[in-house]
C-alpha cells in the first residue's frame, strides 16, 4: 500500500531523476560539443518548454495532494505522448557518445516512475486524497 510519504518519496524522485538527466546532457555537451548544428530556438522547442513548464507544476501540486495536480498530470502525459508522436525527424536524431546510454538508462527510470506516479492516482487509496 502506498502511503502518502511514500508517495511523496516517489515524487522526490522523479525530480531527481529530472535533475540527473539535466546534469548528464550538460557534461555530454561539455565533452562532446556540437559541431554545425542550427541552435536557434524554434517553435517545436517553445512547445517542448511550455510542456516541460507544464510537467513541473503538475508534478508539484503532486507533491502538495492539489486536485489539479492529478488532472494536470494526465493532460500533460497525454500531451507528451502526442508530441513524440508528431515529432519531426530532428526530434529522433542522436549524437552517439559515451555519456548516451546512461542518459536512456535514467529516461527510462523516469517513464518508469511516470508509470509508478500514475497507478498510485488510480489504484491505490490515495485517489481519494485528489478528489
Same mark, same amino acid.
Given at each position: 500500500?502506498?502511503?502518502?510519504?511514500?508517495?511523496?518519496?516517489? !515524487?522526490?524522485?522523479?525530480?531527481? &531523476? @529530472?535533475? $540527473?538527466?539535466?546534469?548528464?546532457?550538460? %557534461?555530454?555537451?561539455?565533452? #562532446?560539443?556540437?559541431?554545425?548544428?542550427?541552435?536557434?530556438?524554434?517553435?517545436?522547442?517553445?512547445?517542448?518548454?511550455?510542456?516541460?513548464?507544464?510537467?513541473?507544476?503538475?508534478?508539484?501540486?503532486?507533491?502538495?495532494?492539489?486536485?489539479?495536480?492529478?488532472?494536470?498530470?494526465? !493532460?500533460?502525459?497525454?500531451?507528451? &505522448? @502526442?508530441? $513524440?508522436?508528431?515529432?519531426?525527424?530532428? %526530434?529522433?536524431?542522436?549524437? #552517439?557518445?559515451?555519456?548516451?546510454?546512461?542518459?536512456?538508462?535514467?529516461?527510462?527510470?523516469?517513464?518508469?516512475?511516470?508509470?509508478?506516479?500514475?497507478?498510485?492516482?488510480?489504484?491505490?487509496?490515495?485517489?481519494?486524497?485528489?478528489?
Amino acid at each position: 500500500m502506498i502511503t502518502e510519504k511514500i508517495f511523496k518519496k516517489i !515524487i522526490q524522485t522523479q525530480i531527481a &531523476l @529530472i535533475i $540527473t538527466t539535466f546534469v548528464l546532457v550538460a %557534461f555530454e555537451t561539455e565533452i #562532446y560539443p556540437l559541431v554545425d548544428e542550427d541552435l536557434s530556438f524554434t517553435f517545436s522547442d517553445s512547445i517542448h518548454l511550455l510542456w516541460a513548464i507544464g510537467y513541473i507544476t503538475s508534478i508539484s501540486l503532486l507533491y502538495k495532494f492539489k486536485p489539479l495536480g492529478k488532472k494536470l498530470y494526465v !493532460i500533460i502525459l497525454i500531451l507528451g &505522448l @502526442i508530441m $513524440t508522436l508528431l515529432g519531426n525527424e530532428d %526530434f529522433f536524431i542522436i549524437e #552517439y557518445t559515451s555519456f548516451t546510454p546512461f542518459i536512456y538508462a535514467v529516461e527510462y527510470l523516469i517513464f518508469l516512475v511516470d508509470g509508478i506516479i500514475l497507478a498510485s492516482l488510480f489504484l491505490t487509496t490515495l485517489k481519494e486524497k485528489f478528489s
